[in-house]
Nanobody, 119 residues
Framework: QVQLVESGGGLVQPGGSLRLSCVVSQTIFSINTMGWYRQAPGKQRELVAHITLGDSAKYADSVKGRFTISRDNAKNTVYLQMNSLKPEDTAVYYC?????????????WGQGTQVIVSS
């Protein structure tokens, strides 16, 4: 069973930055689209960014210009650089397959990594 291990979350002040990592236990050369998702308390999980094998990225409007998704296929790792963080970015962040109008999450969810943006 493929495992997803997210890390890099933490407590950060508004305006701060964090870099999340997601290590996949299989080669991601075979996965066209990887996405970062988040779930805030009391809300449904939502997609925030995706990246294709060709390094084409797309973002939710709420994070556009602040977040950058990238992937290192040789390390089976997907990253999410988050800058100018806002309190509304507080959520548990997950990675999985899929993206905006490109596939769906197909792997078992990992434990996620908690991001708290607060002063």
């Amino acid at each position: 069973q493929v495992q997803l291990v997210e890390s890099g979350g933490g407590l950060v002040q508004p305006g701060g930055s964090l870099r999340l990592s997601c290590v996949v236990s299989q080669t991601i050369f075979s996965i066209n689209t990887m996405g970062w998702y988040r779930q805030a308390p009391g809300k449904q999980r939502e997609l925030v960014a995706h990246i294709t094998l060709g390094d084409s990225a797309k973002y939710a409007d709420s994070v556009k210009g602040r977040f950058t998704i990238s992937r290192d296929n040789a390390k089976n790792t997907v990253y999410l650089q988050m800058n100018s963080l806002k309190p509304e970015d507080t959520a548990v962040y997950y990675c999985n397959t899929g993206g905006f109008q490109i596939g769906r999450p197909r792997l078992s969810w990992g434990q996620g990594t908690q991001v708290i943006v607060s002063s």
